[in-house]
């Protein structure tokens, strides 16, 4: 950490005094420049690569766990857990798109198709038989359809 630091403010301090000032030795800074990265490192490089690859190849639509699922199942590529993809994905800025819920719309009511008149406006009562007529549509479920 103190050997970047050095690194990112070469061009405004001497790194001989910047060394002197965080308690670390000017060869060891030198020495940690022409360092390969450690395994760790290399691992984890080679998760973000193939983390991307998968991550591109499903049209950006996998998350963490599905990545994570085709790692184990590829024999080619690098397996991680579904921690260490999510942690690679967030570094590297990939988010999912996640498809939206099905909404169905509703249907349109046609302004000239007006239900019927109510004739009878809540008045049951007749004065002899056979002047008012009522009845209840109901669905009854078999195999026909509609009683």
Not at 4 to 33: K, N
Not at 79 to 84: D, F, G, I, L, S
């Amino acid at each position: 950490m103190k050997y970047a630091w050095i690194q990112d403010h070469r061009d405004s301090y001497p790194v001989a005094v910047m060394c002197r000032a965080l308690q670390v030795s000017t060869s060891g800074f030198y020495r940690s420049r022409k360092a390969q990265p450690g395994p760790r490192a290399q691992r984890s490089a080679r998760i973000r690569e193939c983390v991307a690859a998968v991550f591109e190849s499903s049209n950006q639509g996998y998350g963490s766990t599905k990545i994570a699922r085709t790692l184990e199942t590829a024999s080619s590529l690098e397996t991680a857990c579904r921690n260490t993809v999510a942690k690679a994905m967030r570094e590297m800025g990939l988010k999912s798109r996640v498809s939206a819920k099905f909404k169905p719309t509703t249907t349109q009511t046609d302004p000239s198709k007006q239900p019927a008149p109510n004739l009878l406006a809540q008045q049951f009562t007749a004065t002899a038989p056979n002047q008012k007529w009522v009845a209840d549509i109901t669905y009854l479920p078999t195999a026909a359809g509609w009683v």
